[in-house]
């Protein structure tokens, strides 16, 4: 059974960082992309960011480009996302998951998902 589990979210003032991390346990992630996606109350679950196994591939979303940054440690089996210059429309529940094959920009296309951890930016 795949498991991952998201770190690293919390409060944050308006123009800081945070740095979420998602720790995948359960089978190798050999060829195995991984995205981020984020969920805002009343609002559709929308895609933040995507890599592939070996980071050659990269997406962000156009509202993060240039704030947030994504890379993977594959022998640790981590991906992390760096939100930097943080704004109060990034409050959202920050989920990762995970797929086999190369990134994607649609959540339908993932196979298995972390639980979420709360990213919270005051004004």
């Known amino acids: 059974q795949v498991q991952l589990v998201e770190s690293g979210g919390g409060l944050v003032q308006a123009g800081g960082s945070l740095r979420l991390s998602c720790a995948a346990s359960?089978?190798?992630?050999?060829?195995?992309?991984m995205g981020w996606f984020r969920q805002a109350p009343g609002k559709e679950r929308e895609f933040v960011a995507s890599?592939?196994?070996?980071?050659?591939?990269?997406y962000y979303a156009d509202s993060v480009k240039g704030r947030f940054t994504i890379s993977r440690d594959n022998a640790k089996n981590t991906v992390y996302l760096q939100m930097n210059s943080l704004k109060p429309e990034d409050t959202a529940v920050y989920c990762c998951?995970?797929?086999?094959?190369?990134?994607?920009?649609?959540?339908?296309?993932?196979?298995?998902w972390g639980q979420g951890t709360q990213v919270t930016v005051s004004s």
């Open positions: 890599i592939s196994w070996r980071g050659g591939s990269i």
């Open positions: 998951a995970t797929r086999r094959g190369p990134p994607a920009g649609s959540s339908w296309a993932y196979d298995y």
């Open positions: 359960g089978r190798t992630f050999s060829n195995y992309a």
